[in-house]
């Protein structure tokens, strides 16, 4: 079966400081991997892909992910964090399952820049 | 993502009740998906329909129906509703069409509370 981890449920990081998201996956196949930013009280938005390539995706938002296939991880990351990138980041992988091609979520993860 | 929208945003009942959630698009995708978002579980999937006349069951489709009226629409109905399924609802859509594993689009979210 396919899954999602992101091992941490918050991060706290200094705003201008460097920030790093986890996220492990398990799948059957290749993986096509996705992040999504969550803000109160709205829907979610997505933030980039990996679907094949350069392992190195960069998004919006000047957030970026690296692919790291020995590691199975995609961890999400952006060089100076900023106060508005506060939010509930989620990790998902596009897989085959009983479900069909459908998307798999992690549990997400909650990320504060604190000023 | 204004392309996508749900009714009502908010709604509050009792145990027993009949409810039905709202989905439209203005995307113009074929796939219409609805998950439900509790604390620590990130999304999980209830019911996807990859166009009118193809509906399927997620992983708890249980105690849930759905109905594909159009292609820009996808309702939920909760067939008598019960306090666990107290919850932040959201549809997305996406497009099969282009690159294999195009990413969701989500709507805002329906907050219920089942009393």
């Known amino acids: 079966a396919q899954s999602v981890a992101q091992p941490e449920d918050q991060v706290n990081v200094a705003e201008g400081n460097p920030l790093t998201v986890k996220c492990t996956y398990s799948?059957?196949?290749?993986?096509?991997l996705f992040w999504y930013v969550q803000y109160p009280n709205r829907g979610l938005q997505f933030l980039l892909k990996?679907?094949?390539?350069?392992?190195l995706v960069k998004g919006s938002y000047g957030f970026e992910a690296e692919f790291n296939k020995s590691q199975t991880s995609f961890h999400l990351k952006k060089p100076s964090a900023l106060v508005s990138d506060s939010a509930l980041y989620f990790c998902?992988?596009?897989?085959?399952?009983?479900?069909?091609?459908?998307?798999?979520f992690g549990p997400g993860t909650r990320l504060s820049v604190l000023p | 993502d204004a392309d996508v929208t749900q009714t009502p945003r908010n709604r509050i009942t009792k145990t027993g009740k009949r409810i039905m959630l709202e989905c439209s698009q203005t995307?113009?995708?074929?796939?219409m998906y609805w998950y439900r978002q509790d604390p620590g579980l990130g999304l999980r999937l209830i019911y996807y329909s990859f166009d009118v006349k193809d509906i399927n069951k997620g992983e708890i489709s249980d105690g849930y129906s759905v109905s594909r009226q159009a292609q820009a629409k996808f309702s939920l109905s909760l067939e008598s509703a019960i306090p666990n399924q107290t919850a932040l609802y959201f549809c997305?859509?996406?497009?099969?069409?282009?690159?294999?594993?195009?990413?969701?689009?989500f709507g805002p979210g329906t907050r219920l509370t089942v009393l």
């Open positions: 997305a859509t996406s497009d099969s069409r282009g690159l294999p594993y195009n990413e969701q689009f």
């Open positions: 799948v059957s196949g290749n993986p096509y």
């Open positions: 995307k113009g995708h074929d796939r």
């Open positions: 990996y679907i094949t390539g350069d392992n």
């Open positions: 998902a992988v596009r897989a085959l399952d009983n479900y069909g091609q459908n998307f798999v």
